[in-house]
């Protein structure tokens, strides 16, 4: 079975502030794919990104980055200055050649002015 | 550009009544998923169809069925509603491969 865990329930910081969000993921599989979701206060899920297990390469798109790091089985996600419309829930996800897409238990941020 | 669309948005219903939500994609997906959203959980799978005719359990099933006659629709059966059922559901569709979810906007639903 593959898990995948989200230790940081809740996380507050100011505005302009950086915070990286941990996810922690298990399986078994070589084959898998990572991604975050956000879902803000409105309750939509919105893709950010995906990862595959063979492409260790971080990525930065504006202010969001991404560390993956096999070795650690870790998929973190760092916001560079946050601002208030960065608060929301962050989902860490795991992707199976199975079909099954499991979800952390998510991160709510809260980016206060 | 409708995606993917759920309804109802929201619903009461009481303990041992019966409900369908609907849900339905206009992309020609082959693989559909439901999901159930409870606090401090994040997101559990269902069931889910990777084509026509094609269904699976996920990690939580028990209380639900599913059926998939079409590509583009992927209906939730809940045969007798129960308390613990109170959740907000979500659906989802995807290309091939590891393409990414695309999610309805989401049925809150409670069972009283």
């Known amino acids: 079975a593959q898990k995948v865990t989200q230790a940081q329930t809740e996380i507050s910081v100011v505005e302009k502030e950086d915070v990286t969000l941990d996810c922690v993921y298990e399986t078994r599989d070589t084959t898998y794919y990572l991604f975050w979701y956000k879902q803000p206060p409105s309750g939509e899920l919105v893709f950010l990104i995906r990862?595959?297990?063979?492409?260790?390469q971080n990525e930065i798109s504006g202010r969001y980055s991404w560390n993956f790091q096999k070795s650690t089985s870790s998929f973190n996600f760092t916001i560079t200055a946050s601002q208030v419309v960065d608060s929301a829930v962050y989902f860490c996800?795991?992707?199976?050649?199975?079909?099954?897409?499991?979800f952390g238990g998510g991160t709510r941020l809260m980016v206060k002015p | 550009n409708a995606g993917v669309t759920q309804t109802p948005k929201f619903q009461v219903l009481k303990t041992g009544q019966s409900m369908t939500l609907q849900c339905a994609q206009d992309m020609n997906h082959e693989y559909m998923s439901w999901y159930r959203q409870d606090p401090g959980m994040g997101l559990r799978l269902i069931h889910y169809?990777?084509?026509?005719?094609?269904?699976d359990q996920g990690e939580v099933p028990n209380g639900y069925n599913v059926s998939r006659s079409t590509t583009e629709d992927f209906p939730l059966r809940l045969l007798s509603a129960a308390p613990s059922q109170t959740s907000v559901y979500f659906c989802?569709?995807?290309?091939?491969?590891?393409?990414?979810?695309?999610f309805g906007d989401g049925t809150r639903l409670s069972i009283l």
């Open positions: 989802a569709s995807k290309g091939g491969g590891n393409q990414p979810q695309h």
């Open positions: 169809s990777v084509g026509a005719g094609i269904t």
């Open positions: 996800a795991l992707y199976n050649a199975g079909n099954m897409l499991t």
């Open positions: 990862r595959n297990s063979f492409d260790e």
